[in-house]
């Protein structure tokens, strides 16, 4: 991003005060979010947890939660901005909540179907009750509540569907951490043609075998009739990271299912003989859970 541009421009213009997070008002957001370009690492750490916390409490995001969102991207956009790829993980948390890999491929029309029934001002009333801790004495408001966290999980997805660019431009990112969470990242926001263009540009070298892997498992979810992302995986079968070539193959078997060539369907059998195991960063599941997973699938399991 242009050194001039100050991640947190706008920051003050957000009504905070008439806002709610999981613990009442949010207006104790913006100290949190500028606690983040702290130069003292603790502090950066208590502000990423106090905003975990009050903007998507155990998997639940609120009113306040979508407007955090565009701030997060601009800080981990940001090389001045310490623990970038700690930034990220709290971007997803917030724009996704509590989702795993198994939610994959991601529908958010059918995921966020309650919200249609709920206006903003019905979602800000039931807000405002919750804060008050009075919810249960009023029974109409409360039959809204269930669908109105459903609305605040679709407005935080909408907001961090809004930062693909910059996703994909994270992909280059020398830390590893980051670039994998981008790559992450990007399997829940259906991805357009510049996205597969930088999954795909990922090298395959030890340097970057992390990120790689993270990104063929995004490609693994990926529009299933494309030939040229078929093509990349497979000619990554013979790539000397081990957990790029495993991490390829599960891709092919969850695109390919029992089409699945000999050579990838070996890779898997090779690593589950061996008992090989890493981290793809930015997905839950080890890539040991993968390769069961996709044997599993194939009737191998």
């Not at 565009?70 to 940001?78: C, S, V």
């Not at 299912?257 to 090989?276: C, I, K, M, S, T």
């Amino acid at each position: 991003m242009p050194a001039s541009t100050d991640p947190l421009a706008g920051l003050d213009r957000v009504p905070w005060g008439s806002l709610h997070h999981a613990y009442g008002p949010a207006d104790d957001v913006p100290g949190q979010v500028r606690a983040l370009r702290s130069t003292h690492a603790p502090t950066r750490r208590r502000a990423l947890s106090e905003l975990a916390g009050a903007v998507c409490h155990q998997g639940t995001r609120w009113e306040a939660s979508r407007h955090v969102v565009p701030f997060l991207a601009a800080l981990a956009d940001d090389p001045a901005t310490g623990d970038r790829a700690a930034v990220v993980g709290l971007l997803r948390a917030v724009a996704l909540g509590g989702r795993r890999d198994d939610a994959l491929p991601f529908d958010p029309r059918r995921a966020f179907a309650a919200a249609d029934g709920v206006t903003a001002d019905q979602a800000a009333l039931v807000a405002r009750h919750l804060a008050a801790g009075d919810l249960c004495e009023h029974d109409g408001v409360a039959g809204l509540a269930d669908d109105a966290a459903v609305r605040w999980a679709a407005d935080a997805f909408h907001a961090g569907a809004r930062h693909t660019d910059r996703y994909i431009r994270w992909l280059a990112e020398p830390d590893p951490q980051l670039a994998g969470y981008a790559a992450e990242l990007l399997a829940w926001f259906g991805p357009d043609e510049a996205a597969l263009a930088g999954l795909v540009a990922v090298p395959a070298d030890e340097a970057h075998a992390a990120v790689r892997a993270s990104a063929n498992l995004t490609l693994g979810h990926c529009p299933v009739d494309s030939a040229r992302i078929d093509a990349h995986l497979g000619g990554l079968l013979a790539a000397d990271p081990a957990v790029v070539r495993v991490t390829a193959a599960v891709a092919l078997a969850r695109r390919l299912g029992d089409r699945l060539p000999d050579r990838a369907l070996d890779v898997l059998a090779e690593a589950r003989g061996a008992g090989f195991d890493a981290e793809a960063p930015g997905w839950d599941r080890s890539v040991r859970g993968f390769v069961a997973l996709a044997l599993h699938r194939l009737g191998l399991g």
